[in-house]
Each structure stands twice: as C-alpha cells, then as structure tokens.
C-alpha cells in the first residue's frame, strides 16, 4: 500500500491525498440508461419485432423495471447473465405481445434488442474531461463494474477507454459484487492504495457509494437526474427525500451531480 507520500494532486475535502480514483461505468461513464431507452424504442418501433399501437412510454418503463428486478436477480447468483437477458425478454413479450414466449424466442428477442441498444452507446459529455483531469493531476484511474467480464470489456473497448484503467474489475471473472466490500479490496490491492487514499465515484447510493465507504474508501453518490429506485441499488425500493439524505449523511458519502462538479471536489 502506499505510503506517506503521493505524487497525486488529488485531494479530498480534508486534506488527504488521493491517490486512486475509482470508477463505475455504466450510468456514470457511459450513458447506460439513455441506450436503453434508444433501443427499446427503436427494437418495437421497427422492424421484425415492431409491436402495433404500443405505448412507447409504458414500454420503456416497464422495460427498465424489468433490467433492474433481473440484473438483480443475476447479480444475487439466481440467474446466469444469459438467464437474466432471457428473462427480461419473456417477461416483456408476454406482456406486450401478450403471447408467452419459449426460451429460443426470447433469446432471439433480446439478442435483435442488443445490438440497437449497443449502437446507441456513447459516453456522457463530461467523461473524458474528468478522466483527462485526474489523469494529468498524476492519480491512478480504476474501475470497479458488475458485470460479465467480457461484456463489460467490449463497452471499454468501442467506448475507447479500455487504455484508461490499469486493472479494471469485473464482479463476473470474481465471484463477488458491489456493495461486497471484498471486490472494494480487490481493486484497492490491485493498485497498491490504502482505502483511505482512495475514492470510488458510481450512480447507485448503497451498490457504490455507501458500499465503497463500508470498505473504507471515500464514497461519492453521483446523480446526474431524477432519483428512483435504480439509483439506490440493484432491487431495491425507492424511499423518501428525506429519508435518502439521511441516508447519505448517517453513510458520510459526498453527493455530485456531474463529473465536473466531481474533479472539481478533488482538485478544487
């Protein structure tokens, strides 16, 4: 781990240097959720799978609820990843086209889904320009994700941040997930960092931001808009305002709204 001395120009709020900076991905670099909603749209508006006089509104939230309760359920060890995309897509058909659909038609289903949803990938605005920051103030960049590996490789990779981070972390290749402070430690001895050297920037309340302070990092909560269940954690219920600012203050987690106002916390 590292020692008293850091060449980092990164510091938190009192004074600590930091010396590694740790990412989520999807929804805190890459624009997840706006994806999803492109490809949804475009998957029942268009094409073999195009559904008649569908409600385009209900469809997509449905559609989200049903990636957050599956995604959970494969992150929880009930589902493989393929299982949850399997899923997703015979729950959704049986509703919308209010047909059941067997294992092969789902898997078709989602498979014609993904490739709209992975054309509409692009990063937020603000990505690079954080990771530019960071990188020329001299802090190690990582990043933590849950995840197939594989999958997850393949966003690095067309998004072209795969040369950003030194040993990224996977949940899928390490049999554990966030908010286990386990994979928090990984990453940390993975770099050489002591966690309180360290902190970890992602979109979910307790998956990342009070699971990396469980673990001794500093935690930070960024919410670019409106805040729902999905922004909390995989599977869990939304509370109330004031309940998730307590939340957040009992956790000791800092909140941002973007990455810029997220640089400017490190390097202000």
Same mark, same amino acid.
């Given at each position: 781990m590292s020692g008293d001395g850091s060449r980092s120009g990164a510091h938190w709020a009192d004074g600590t240097a930091i010396?590694?900076?740790?990412?989520?991905?999807?929804?805190?670099?890459?624009?997840?959720?706006?994806?999803?909603?492109?490809?949804?749209?475009?998957?029942?508006?268009?094409?073999?799978?195009?559904i008649a006089d569908i409600d385009l509104e209900s469809a997509t939230r449905r559609w989200h609820?049903?990636?957050?309760?599956?995604?959970?359920?494969?992150?929880?060890?009930e589902l493989t990843m393929a299982g949850q995309r399997r899923a997703r897509a015979a729950d959704f058909v049986t509703e919308f086209h209010r047909a059941p659909a067997d294992d092969a038609a789902a898997d078709a289903w989602f498979d014609a889904y993904f490739e709209r949803y992975r054309t509409s990938w692009v990063l937020f605005? *603000?990505? @690079? $320009?954080?990771?530019?920051?960071?990188? &020329?103030?001299?802090?190690?960049?990582?990043?933590?994700?849950?995840?197939? =590996?594989d999958y997850q490789r393949v966003k690095l990779d067309r998004l072209g941040l795969s040369d950003r981070f030194?040993?990224?972390?996977?949940?899928?290749a390490e049999g554990v997930s966030k908010p286990d402070p386990a994979i928090f430690t990984t990453a940390l001895a993975r770099h050489g960092v002591d966690p309180s050297r360290a902190?970890?920037?992602? *979109?979910? @309340? $307790?998956?990342?931001?009070?699971?990396? &302070?469980?673990?001794?990092?500093?935690g930070v909560w960024?919410?670019?808009? =409106?805040?729902?269940?999905?922004?909390l954690g995989h599977g869990d219920a939304a509370p109330s305002p004031a309940q998730i600012d307590a939340e957040v203050a009992a956790a000791g987690v800092r909140r941002v709204s973007s990455l810029d106002e997220?640089?400017?916390l490190l390097l202000g």
């Open positions: 010396d590694l900076v740790l990412f989520d991905l999807d929804d805190t670099l890459l624009d997840h959720r706006t994806a999803v909603e492109r490809g949804i749209a475009s998957h029942v508006t268009d094409g073999p799978h195009r609820e049903l990636e957050h309760r599956h995604y959970h359920r494969y992150l929880a060890g605005e *603000d990505a @690079l $320009r954080s990771l530019d920051a960071l990188t &020329a103030s001299g802090a190690q960049l990582g990043l933590i994700t849950n995840g197939d =590996e030194l040993s990224p972390v996977f949940s899928g902190v970890y920037i992602g *979109d979910r @309340l $307790r998956t990342d931001a009070i699971g990396a &302070a469980r673990a001794g990092l500093h960024l919410t670019r808009g =409106e805040v729902d269940a999905s922004a997220f640089t400017a």
